[in-house]
């Protein structure tokens, strides 16, 4: 990989802000970029946000309403979208897996999110998903509540972020690191740990199954 892209990798891993949970604010591209906002403590006027599944921790109306604005497009899974249309947004997409768009110079892909072994937790039925985003040329992958799926290998991207516990998303810490490695990530950081499943020891593991393939990054709540 060149310096130049290198570089660029690196700014937009260092634009990520991390709230706990898969809530994460990216300010890249000169734009405010929430993903499944939750926990926020301030209000703050997100240019998109961008919702993977319906559960409390990802689909939070109460966090929105602190950051939607009047200019605000927020794209969403089919199910939720009659809702979050009631919150004010500029513009709401309803998505499902396999939708592609760009908004204002930036692609946004939705992807298959779902639980394999788990099935009741993120059935695949629910055409519930995790995005692909393309940031000023590095692609940015947030997982969603996902296990190690086969699409995961379809999935090409720079930077991953990925869930870490085992109850409700990945079946073990080998699968996350598994499926950062399905994508070809040169950046990994682990998200959804810490709070109803995962742990401190999850992420030491995960370092170091990834040592000398991959560069981790963790992310301290902001």
Same mark, same amino acid.
């Not at 709230?19 to 405010?32: E, P, Y």
């Given at each position: 990989m060149d310096t130049h892209a290198t570089k660029n990798i690196e700014a937009v891993a260092e634009s990520i802000q991390w709230f706990g949970q898969a809530a994460?604010?990216?300010?890249?591209?000169?734009?405010?970029? /929430? @993903?499944? $906002? /939750?926990?926020?403590?301030?209000?703050?006027?997100a240019d998109l946000i961008l919702i993977t599944h319906s559960h409390f921790d990802h /689909?939070? $109306? !109460? !966090? *929105?309403?602190?950051?939607?604005?009047?200019?605000?497009?927020? %794209?969403c899974p089919e199910d939720i979208a009659d809702e979050v249309k009631q919150l004010g947004?500029?513009?709401?997409?309803?998505?499902? $897996? #396999? %939708?592609? !768009? =760009?908004?204002?110079?930036?692609? @946004?892909?939705a992807v298959p999110m779902y639980n394999i072994s788990k099935s009741d937790k993120h059935p695949k039925?629910?055409?519930?998903? #995790? /995005?692909l985003l393309n940031l000023c040329n590095v692609w940015l992958y947030h997982a969603g509540d996902t296990e190690r799926i086969p699409e995961m290998k379809d999935i090409k991207t720079d930077i991953i972020? *990925?869930?870490?516990?085992?109850t409700y998303t990945m079946n073990s810490v080998e699968d996350a690191? =598994?499926?950062? *490695? !399905?994508? #070809?990530?040169s950046v990994a950081i682990p998200i959804h740990y810490g709070m109803y499943e995962g742990s401190e020891s999850d992420?030491?593991? %995960?370092?170091?199954?990834?040592?000398?393939?991959?560069?981790v990054i963790l992310l301290q709540k902001g």
């Amino acid at each position: 990989m060149d310096t130049h892209a290198t570089k660029n990798i690196e700014a937009v891993a260092e634009s990520i802000q991390w709230f706990g949970q898969a809530a994460i604010k990216i300010m890249n591209c000169g734009k405010v970029i /929430y @993903i499944d $906002p /939750y926990q926020i403590k301030e209000t703050d006027k997100a240019d998109l946000i961008l919702i993977t599944h319906s559960h409390f921790d990802h /689909y939070s $109306p !109460d !966090d *929105l309403k602190k950051i939607v604005a009047t200019n605000t497009w927020i %794209f969403c899974p089919e199910d939720i979208a009659d809702e979050v249309k009631q919150l004010g947004a500029a513009k709401v997409i309803a998505v499902k $897996p #396999g %939708f592609m !768009d =760009e908004w204002s110079g930036i692609e @946004i892909h939705a992807v298959p999110m779902y639980n394999i072994s788990k099935s009741d937790k993120h059935p695949k039925s629910k055409n519930w998903v #995790g /995005y692909l985003l393309n940031l000023c040329n590095v692609w940015l992958y947030h997982a969603g509540d996902t296990e190690r799926i086969p699409e995961m290998k379809d999935i090409k991207t720079d930077i991953i972020l *990925l869930p870490l516990g085992q109850t409700y998303t990945m079946n073990s810490v080998e699968d996350a690191a =598994e499926s950062v *490695l !399905d994508t #070809g990530a040169s950046v990994a950081i682990p998200i959804h740990y810490g709070m109803y499943e995962g742990s401190e020891s999850d992420v030491e593991k %995960f370092k170091e199954l990834l040592k000398d393939k991959v560069e981790v990054i963790l992310l301290q709540k902001g």
